[in-house]
């Protein structure tokens, strides 16, 4: 067997835009060539009658077998805002576009020589993140309170907000329909474009995520030509924050206390639908992949 192997590449450009900002682009590749995958052997050509007595290699049923014919292609556009520390705030901003395709067999689109290059199902091509640190205005050396008295300015001053925001696109899934319509005992196979579906008024909701007008089952007798990956789920929103502030106590010690506040404004970001066409359920949300509000304090003392 072939070794896997992947090759990485990139070319960056920084500039010093002020004296205190820094921006970054980059171009970022990645190819994954010879990679591991389990490709069918003993599936029969789409047809009546019985799956076993159809299958090319008797009198055994289905067989997989290793192979190292998987490959891979990323592409990335990477952009970096990076702010240093002034008037209390400092933080990067990131974005990242790229696309990330898969090629491999696809025993869903036609058995045993079924293969698709088609989107990675974790391909993301949306990547914002945002982070920053802010030192709250109050007490000595800040625009407020600079004259406060010891107990004043320990107890007001000093205090950081950071934030992270996090906003990704959903990754994608692909149709399927429920039966066997090839006859041929290959699972997950795929429906067929409609020609004349499509509805102009649909609206998407977590009860009808997908337009199932647009698909439809396939022929009898033969493997739907769906390409995978062709639909996609809601993208992912995270907003974490946080205070904290350490206090000076006697004897070099120093008493840290932290509130943390994960997905602070409770935001849903829902999981994939079911995607079988013609399920009762399709395009039905049952699940979230985000989970709610959670909120967490801290105190550390140092000596």
Known sequence: MKVGYNEHYSLGVQQQLTS??????????????????????NDPAPGAGSIQGRRPYQPWG???YN?????????????????????????PVAYTY???????????????????YA???????????ISGNYALPFGRGMKYMNHANGFVNNTLGGWHLQTIIVLRS?????????????NTGVG????????????????RSINSWFDKTRYAVGPIYTYGNVRANTLRTDMSRQYDASIFKNFALPGESVLSFRAEFFNVSNTTSFGAPNSTIDASA????TSATSAPRDIQFALKYNF
Request: proline share 6%; glycine share 14%.
């Open 62 to 64: 289905g067989i997989n």
């Open 282 to 285: 399709a395009g039905r949300i």
């Open 170 to 182: 959903g990754t994608p899934f692909t149709p399927t329909i429920s039966g066997d319509r090839a």
């Open 188 to 203: 997950g196979q795929r429906p067929v474009l409609n020609p004349a579906g499509g509805d102009p008024n649909f609206v």
């Open 67 to 91: 192979t190292q014919d998987t490959s891979t292609n990323y592409n990335a556009l990477q952009a970096k805002l990076d702010h240093r520390f002034t008037h209390g705030l400092t933080g």
């Open 119 to 129: 989107l990675s199902s974790f391909d993301v091509p949306h990547n914002l993140a």
């Open 98 to 116: 790229s696309k990330f395709f898969q090629f491999n067999q696809a025993p869903a689109l036609g058995g045993n020589t079924g293969y698709e």
């Open 20 to 41: 205190k900002d820094v921006f970054e682009v980059a171009y970022v590749g990645n190819h994954g060539v010879h990679l591991n995958g389990s490709n069918d052997l």
